[in-house]
């Protein structure tokens, strides 16, 4: 089928709101935060009870709507230095014009907000305060070293404390979950910051590289890979992660390998390389949940 100018036009377009947007991140979390609930928040839940839930899907919905208006602002204060860093991205970003992407901002944020009310009053005001930090982040923080870093690392997560506090599960084991994702996320900032040296240097970001250099950064970045170890013990050998433990085991090896590189990167690419890896550990994470329990869904349908 032959595509006309006007749909190639539109078509461009929609790939270009889905990069600024990052439709792939915003994916995972959405498959991250149901299988929390199905495996380790509400692991007492039948599949149906699950999926089934207005009010988990308004929170699901919610989160999704708050990180795409979150990229958006993010991408609007960042269009300069993405120039720099991401040259051919920023292209495809700038197809779709910047009041386009603050309006559907502001469309997203309210629409969030609105799913939020369907739950309780608590979760407009959880959202409303979760908007406010994305924003506040994208405008001064993110400039800052330490605060930016910690302050991304914390709205990254702040997703899933929505679900974790619908289901008021406080055992121990998700806490010391929440604080492996928590530093290796924490990891994949500062590296994602080497990363963009030189654009934050143009812009006038005061990150840690810039601020501190980038052996220190090295130092940090070391420091926070033998910290990961620590939740990873936790889950290996105090508590019953079943099959999940493999994922452990691998995420362990790979801090090993990034740390090793890690001192051997001098270049953009190096760096590009080691964030690819936290990324893999991520998402794999992600989905090795699933190992927790590999008969779970069979026996809760």
Same mark, same amino acid.
Not at 39 to 45: D, Q, R, S, T
Not at 131 to 137: D, E, L, P, S, T
């Given at each position: 089928?032959?595509?006309?100018r006007k749909q190639k036009h539109i078509l461009l377009k929609f790939f270009?709101?889905?990069?600024?947007?990052?439709?792939?991140?915003?994916?995972?979390?959405?498959?991250?935060?149901y299988l929390?609930? %199905?495996?380790?928040?509400?692991?007492? @839940?039948?599949?149906r009870e699950v999926f089934f839930d207005v009010n988990l899907l308004m929170l699901v919905l919610a989160s999704a709507a708050t990180i795409a208006s979150g990229y958006i602002i993010n991408n609007f204060y960042d269009s300069e230095k993405d120039l720099i860093n991401r040259p051919n991205k920023s292209m495809l970003d700038r197809l779709v014009s910047q009041n386009t992407k603050l309006s559907l901002y502001f469309v997203l944020n309210f629409l969030a907000v609105v799913m939020a009310s369907y739950v309780s009053f608590n979760a407009v005001i959880f959202f409303s305060i979760y908007?406010?930090?994305?924003?506040?982040?994208s405008h001064k923080l993110k400039k800052m070293p330490f605060i930016g870093n910690l302050t991304s690392a914390i709205l990254t997560i702040t997703p899933f404390f929505a679900i974790f506090m619908y289901y008021k599960n406080f055992e121990h084991v998700i806490f010391v979950h929440a604080a492996?994702?928590?530093?290796? %996320?924490?990891?994949?900032?500062?590296? @994602?910051?080497l990363e963009n040296i030189?654009?934050?240097?143009?812009?006038?970001?005061?990150?840690?590289?810039?601020?501190?250099?980038?052996?220190?950064?090295?130092?940090?970045?070391?420091?926070?890979a033998f910290l990961t170890t620590i939740p990873a013990y936790f889950l290996l050998f105090r508590y019953q992660v079943s099959q999940m433990a493999y994922f452990f085991y691998l995420s362990v090896i790979l801090l090993f390998i990034f740390i090793v590189l890690l001192w051997a990167s001098k270049t953009k690419t190096h760096y590009l390389v080691l964030h690819n890896i936290l990324k893999f550990i991520i998402v794999a994470g992600v989905f090795s949940i699933m190992l927790i329990n590999i008969n779970l869904l069979l026996n809760r349908i």
């Open positions: 089928m032959k595509i006309n270009s709101m889905f990069s600024v947007v990052r439709g792939y991140n915003i994916l995972i979390v959405i498959i991250a935060q929390s609930a %199905i495996y380790i928040l509400a692991p007492e @839940k039948s599949l908007i406010f930090a994305i924003w506040f982040y492996f994702l928590f530093l290796i %996320i924490s990891m994949r900032e500062l590296t @994602k910051d030189k654009g934050d240097l143009v812009q006038n970001y005061q990150t840690i590289p810039i601020v501190y250099g980038e052996n220190v950064s090295k130092v940090m970045l070391t420091v926070l």
